[in-house]
C-alpha cells in the first residue's frame, strides 16, 4: 500500500496503527479529549464548576480512567457504570447517578455506594422521600417546556444536530433552539408544585437542580432565558449547593455546521451566576455533563474497502463494519465525515459507503471520496462519541478492538472480540 502522510495521529501514520491492531478499528487521541476538557476551563473561569464526562458517550475503562486524570468527575446511567468510577478509584462525590425511568433498586444501590443521586420522576422522588427523609440528599431534573412545542409532532431527537437538520425540515431554528416538552426526560415544570410538595412532606434536602442543556446550547438567547429560570427556581431550595446543566453540547460535524463556541455561553452564565451567589451568599457549583463534547472528535472508526461494485447508477464502497459498530448513520441520519487516506491524491468520486450487515446498511450517501481502491484506509470521523458504546454483535459479527493513542504512542484498550466472545453467554440446551 503506497504511504501517505497527510493525516497523522499525534505523528503517527494510521496505516502503522492499521498494520499492528487490524481493521475495524476505535482510535482515540488523547491530545484532543484533553484539548475539549480543557475548554471548560477557559469558557468557565470565575465559576465554580465541575466537568462530569457522561460515562455512557464511551465506557472504556481507559478513557474513564483518562477522565480522572484531567480531572473530570462522572455522570453515570447505570449502576455497572457507577461500579467502573468506583473501581477506578473516582471518589463518590465526583460520581452522579442520572438515570432513567429505573426501578427505584437502582436508586438505593447507587445510594449505597454513596455517589451524588439525581432523579427525574416523581414517583421515584416519592419513594426516596418515604426511604430516605432528609437523610440523603438528592437532585432533581426538571424538563422546563418551555420557549415552544413542537407542533410537527416529531420530538427532536438526542442526536439533532445542524448537519442532520434536513431531517427535521419543518422544525425552525427557535424550535431547535428549544427545551421541549414533549420528552420524557426530568419533571415537567408544570408539575413544579408536586415536587415542592414532597420535598415539604419527606423534608427532602435538595442539593442539586438539573437542567440537560440538550440542544438549547446551540441558541444563545434560549441559554439565557434557561439559565434566568433555573437560578430564579434555585432561589427556593434552601440546602442547593450544584446546578448541573447536563450534556448535549454539540460538535461540528460538518466543516459549515453552526455551534456555539462554549466560551461563548460562558459569560451569559457567569452573570446569572454571580448575581446569585451575590444576592444568596452562596457559592454553589455549577456542573456540566459532556459525553460528545469531549469524546465525539477524539474519535475515529478505521475500516478498510474491501469490495467495489456498481449497481444502476450508484457506486457502492462496500467496508468491513457497519451498523453494528457505528449505528449513527442509520439512527439518527447521523453525518460523519470520511476520509480516504490512502489515496489523498486520486481523484474525487461519488460513493455510497455501505456497511457489510445483511440489512440496509448506509455509513454514507452520495458521498465525494478520493478514488477508492480496495484495501483502501477509510477513516469515519466524530466517531468517539456513541461509537462503540452503541455497537453490537449483529449478524454474529465481532466488536472491534480500541486504541488510544497517548504521549505519541498507540496503545490497545480493548482487544478485538473473538468468536469464543461472542458465545460466552450462551447455554446449549441437550435434547
Ligand atoms: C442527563 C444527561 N447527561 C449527559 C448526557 C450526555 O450528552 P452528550 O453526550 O450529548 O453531551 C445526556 C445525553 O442524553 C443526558 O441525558
Aim: proline share 3%; hydrophobic share 40%.
Amino acid at each position: 500500500m503506497e504511504k501517505d502522510n497527510s493525516f497523522l495521529m499525534q505523528g503517527l501514520d494510521p496505516h502503522d496503527i492499521c498494520q499492528e491492531f487490524g481493521t475495524p478499528l476505535y482510535v482515540y487521541d488523547a491530545d484532543i479529549i484533553k484539548q475539549q476538557v480543557d475548554k471548560f476551563k477557559t469558557a468557565f473561569a470565575g465559576i465554580n464548576y465541575k466537568v462530569m464526562y457522561a460515562v455512557k458517550s464511551c465506557t472504556n475503562i481507559s478513557i474513564l480512567k483518562y477522565m480522572k486524570h484531567l480531572g473530570t468527575g462522572l455522570d453515570t446511567v447505570s449502576i455497572p457504570e457507577v461500579r467502573m468510577g468506583l473501581n477506578l478509584g473516582f471518589d463518590p462525590e465526583d460520581i452522579v447517578f442520572t438515570p432513567n425511568v429505573v426501578d427505584f433498586k437502582e436508586i438505593e444501590a447507587a445510594v449505597d455506594s454513596k455517589v451524588s443521586i439525581n432523579i427525574e420522576n416523581l414517583q421515584n422522588l416519592e419513594s426516596f422521600g418515604k426511604k430516605y427523609g432528609s437523610s440523603y440528599p438528592v437532585c432533581v431534573r426538571l424538563n422546563p417546556n418551555m420557549i415552544s412545542e413542537i407542533e410537527s409532532g416529531k420530538a427532536i431527537g438526542p442526536d439533532f444536530t445542524s448537519a442532520n437538520k434536513e431531517h427535521y425540515d419543518n422544525i425552525s431554528d427557535e424550535q431547535v433552539g428549544a427545551w421541549h416538552n414533549q420528552s420524557k426526560f426530568g419533571i415537567s415544570l408544570t408539575q413544579f408544585d408536586s415536587i415542592l410538595k414532597l420535598v415539604e412532606k419527606y423534608r427532602l434536602r435538595i442539593n442539586g437542580l438539573h437542567l440537560h442543556s440538550s440542544h438549547v446550547i446551540l441558541n444563545k438567547g434560549v441559554f439565557k432565558k434557561g439559565v434566568k429560570t433555573l437560578f430564579k427556581i434555585a432561589k427556593q431550595f434552601e440546602h442547593l449547593e450544584y446546578i448541573d446543566f447536563g450534556g448535549g453540547i454539540m460538535v461540528k460535524h460538518k466543516p459549515d455546521d453552526v455551534v456555539i463556541e462554549i466560551s461563548d455561553v460562558g459569560p451569559i452564565l457567569k452573570k446569572e451566576y454571580d448575581a446569585f451567589c451575590h444576592e444568596t451568599g452562596k457559592n454553589i457549583s455549577v456542573w456540566f455533563e459532556p459525553g460528545r463534547f469531549i469524546m465525539s472528535e477524539a474519535g475515529f472508526l478505521f475500516t478498510e474497502a474491501v469490495v467495489l461494485k456498481t449497481n444502476g447508477l450508484i457506486d457502492f464502497v462496500g467496508t468491513n463494519t457497519g451498523f453494528n459498530h457505528l449505528l449513527r448513520p442509520m439512527m439518527y441520519n447521523a453525518y460523519h465525515s470520511i476520509e480516504n487516506i490512502s489515496n489523498p491524491k486520486g481523484p474525487n468520486r461519488k460513493y455510497n459507503i455501505v456497511g457489510n450487515l445483511c440489512e440496509i446498511d448506509n455509513l454514507a450517501i452520495e458521498r465525494e471520496l478520493n478514488e477508492v481502491r480496495a484495501g483502501d484506509i477509510l477513516i469515519i470521523k466524530n466517531a468517539g462519541a456513541y461509537g462503540f458504546a452503541m455497537s453490537s454483535n449483529y449478524n454474529s459479527r465481532l466488536k472491534p478492538a480500541e486504541v488510544l493513542i497517548i504521549n505519541g504512542q498507540a496503545k490497545l484498550i480493548r482487544k478485538r472480540e473473538t468468536y469464543a466472545d461472542l458465545i460466552k453467554n450462551q447455554v446449549e440446551i441437550m435434547f
